[in-house]
């Protein structure tokens, strides 16, 4: 008879908004979990009507709810990594901020959804500044791709020398660490920069001539988190979400008129 008492599941926490497609925001923030092996718990801080063709509504919830979803996860749950993507308003952007800086020993990964892979706008502008001096000094990793780090930084980034730059700048206002995508770029290779204290590493994976690609930062960032509630380095953390992601599209069936969602749980 086996009397052991079973240890708790990694648990990890997503901030973020819901897609009634499952493509991004929470469902693949949730599936993405799962597909590592971690017990996923979400916030949700926005609903929204989208599929792979776009956003056509979307209805943020209370600063209050969101921040009563939070205490009702970290009070119970083992937390052992935390993120955050779309965050909606300003006024959650404060919330999130004031309530994660009460668990400043949980890891963080930010991911800063500024836009949809559709284009469609997910931020309200005022609200960039508040990520920038209020969440960022909290992430232990912050993960935008180049249009998100041009926002962040104010800065045009036309050069792997201008974004090695502005990832610097990123680590000047408080992140640990800076991982800029490179998915949205043109060439052979999909480039990610890795920029901490110790230093700069780039990470290549083959570019997929995929249309599946709807929701690969929220999964990028979310595998992240989950590798850190494992118990890895951020490093290790890093490269293994950059091979989950790559598989991930690599495995995705095609669904939807536009961009679709990755193969999350198919990833073996």
Same mark, same amino acid.
């Given at each position: ?12 926490? @997503?901030?973020?908004? $819901? ?32 599929? @792979? ?14 921040? $009563? ?6 009070? /119970? ?6 993120? @955050? ?12 901020? /004031? ?26 502008? /005022? ?76 990470? $290549? ?10 929701? @690969? ?21 890093? $490269? ?29």
């Amino acid at each position: 008879m086996n009397n052991r008492t079973p240890l708790p599941a990694p648990t990890a926490l @997503t901030i973020a908004g $819901s897609d009634s497609g499952a493509g991004a925001g929470i469902q693949a923030d949730l599936k993405t979990f799962a597909a590592q092996g971690v017990y996923g718990t979400s916030a949700i801080t926005a609903v929204t009507a989208q599929n @792979t063709r776009g956003v056509t509504a979307i209805e943020a919830v209370s600063p209050d709810l969101v921040v $009563s979803q939070i205490s009702a996860v970290i009070d /119970d749950f083992p937390v052992s990594a935390i993120k @955050t993507g779309m965050l909606a308003t300003r006024d959650i952007v404060a919330a999130v901020a /004031d309530r994660l800086l009460e668990i400043p020993e949980t890891p963080l990964v930010v991911d800063p959804v500024l836009v949809s892979t559709s284009g469609d706008r997910l931020l309200d502008d /005022d609200a960039i500044e508040l990520i920038r001096d209020r969440l960022l000094p909290r992430a232990h990793l912050v993960t935008p791709n180049r249009r998100e780090a041009e926002a962040l930084t104010g800065r045009q980034l036309a050069s792997a020398r201008e974004v090695a730059d502005a990832a610097r700048e990123l680590l000047d206002r408080g992140a640990r660490a800076v991982v800029v995508t490179g998915g949205d770029q043109h060439g052979p290779n999909a480039v990610d920069l890795l920029v901490d204290r110790g230093g700069e590493h780039r990470l $290549s994976a083959p570019r997929i001539d995929s249309r599946s690609t709807h929701g @690969t930062g929220c999964t990028y960032s979310a595998a992240i988190a989950a590798r850190l509630a494992l118990g890895e380095g951020m490093d290790a953390a890093v $490269s293994q979400a950059k091979r989950f992601v790559t598989r991930a599209i690599e495995q995705a069936i095609p669904l939807g008129g536009g961009h679709g969602p990755l193969g999350h749980l198919l990833v073996k």
